[in-house]
């Protein structure tokens, strides 16, 4: 018998075949709920305000970089609307 019909019909009993049902929702739980929560490291504590601070900054200048691309660009526009009557 050739390989791609051993695995074709292996394939065609893998189709048959159902998987058994199996409920770990409990375990899972269980183990997720298991442990008291850890403080965090002074380290753990620098790297989170770190990361807070950065995002709290990183917003209002991400918003001041759009403004400032948009009005810088406004001439530049007005300057090809002007001249694409040439491009036509």
């Not at 998987?19 to 790297?47: F, I, K, N, Y």
């Not at 209002?60 to 403004?67: D, E, F, H, S, Y």
Request: aromatic share 4%; charged share 20%.
């Amino acid at each position: 018998m050739k390989w791609d019909q051993k695995i074709e019909r292996l394939a065609a009993q893998a189709r048959r075949e159902s998987p058994p049902r199996v409920d770990v929702t409990c375990r899972v739980l269980g183990a997720l709920t298991a442990g008291p929560a850890e403080p965090l490291t002074v380290t753990e504590r620098l790297w989170l305000c770190l990361a807070a601070a950065s995002s709290a900054i990183a917003v209002p200048v991400a918003a001041a970089a759009v403004l400032l691309y948009t009005r810088s660009a406004q001439p530049l526009h007005e300057i090809a609307e002007a001249i694409s009557w040439a491009i036509q």
